[in-house]
């Protein structure tokens, strides 16, 4: 990811696609301070992602602005930005502040030929959200040439499981993924609640044919939703996708189709674990992520006691 380097005083163009924003490079927040914008650091389907410092502090964040506002994309945005509020937990990208910018909107219109006609130039808000700064997200992370030794992630994973029964509390999430889970210092966090649904006892109400997640890391009632099949979401979605997260982790590979213990290269004892959050049948995994959870600190539990007994000579 981008490193720091600020030039104060000069416009921002927040690149989009063919969405362009030109704003100020100083923010002021809800909470009064102000953060100056830096480097862009990588952008979403729906944002656009800088570093930024605040200025009486010097203090560095990353600042999310949210580019994209057809669609009810804004009152998704307040939500994301009301539950970042609300959740409290280390492997959980932490709030800082919001607010919104004045940014001249550039659109770029074409003729049929693709030929540009005329620019359109309109002001309009910017909505963002200043959050801790990541060094990395899980999909640069995981690529990585050397392997995430075992050591390493199995604490992680029940700092996220831990974390996605919190949020579920709440929300499902809908949108786990590699790319939506960011390394800060040593500790992984989930990020990106802009596809989040606010539960209500645990289902999902969205529109039957609604795309509902990341097209590789869909679980399979997502997937029949949006085919029409008229399947229900609930936490067993959140459960398959962090748990897809985690085979890739410890594989180094997605774990498409049906999986088998001959292919997990991780900890033998977690392996039925992370064989019944992926199983295809939603009623068959575990019924909600604190059972995940729960059977998750149980097998690392196991794997570190086996790692540890002393075969007798
Ligand atoms: N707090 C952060 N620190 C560093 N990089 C971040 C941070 N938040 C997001 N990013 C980077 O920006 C990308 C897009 O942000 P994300 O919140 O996923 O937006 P979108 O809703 O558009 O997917 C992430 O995949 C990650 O690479
Ligand atoms: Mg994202």
């Not at 995430?148 to 029940?158: P, R, S």
């Not at 800060?184 to 539960?199: H, K, Q, Y």
């Not at 289902?203 to 097209?215: N, T």
Request: aromatic letters at 8%; hydrophobic letters at 40%; glycine letters at 8%.
């Amino acid at each position: 990811m981008a490193g720091l380097a600020y030039s104060p005083g000069k416009a921002i163009v927040l690149a989009r696609g063919q969405t362009f924003y030109s704003i100020p490079d100083t923010l002021i927040a809800d909470d009064g301070r102000s953060y100056i914008v830096g480097d862009h650091i990588n952008s979403g389907g729906n944002a656009v992602v800088h570093a930024c410092y605040e200025k009486s502090t010097g203090d560095s964040y990353a600042v999310k602005f949210q580019v994209e506002l057809r669609n009810r994309r804004r009152e998704r945005f307040e939500r994301e930005i009301q539950l970042l509020r609300e959740l409290d937990d280390p492997h959980i990208i932490s709030f800082v502040a919001s607010g919104k910018v004045r940014g001249t909107k550039m659109v770029k219109q074409h003729n049929v030929r693709g030929r540009p006609l005329q620019n359109v130039n309109r002001v309009d808000d910017v909505p963002f959200v200043v959050l801790s700064l990541a060094i990395a997200s899980l999909a640069e992370h995981a690529r990585s040439p050397n392997q995430i030794a075992n050591a390493t992630y199995l604490g992680q994973f029940i700092g996220l499981a831990r974390a996605l029964e919190k949020i579920n509390c709440k929300a499902l999430h809908r949108d786990i993924k590699p790319e939506n889970i960011l390394v800060v210092g040593e500790t992984w966090a989930i990020s990106d609640f802009g596809l989040c649904d606010l539960t209500v006892e645990g289902v999902d109400l969205s529109a039957d044919d609604e795309r509902i997640g990341p097209a590789f890391w869909m679980s399979p009632e997502a997937l029949n939703k949006q085919l029409g099949c008229g399947d229900l979401i609930g936490q067993g979605s959140d459960v398959f996708q962090l748990a897809s997260v985690f085979w890739y982790v410890a594989c180094g590979r997605h774990p498409t189709g049906i999986v088998r213990r001959d292919d997990w290269k991780g900890p033998e004892h977690l392996y039925p674990v992370i064989e019944r959050a992926l199983l295809h049948t939603k009623e068959r995994r575990f019924a909600s992520s604190e059972a995940f959870k729960d059977a998750l600190i149980e097998a690392v539990g196991l794997s570190n006691r086996s790692e540890h007994e002393v075969t007798p000579s």
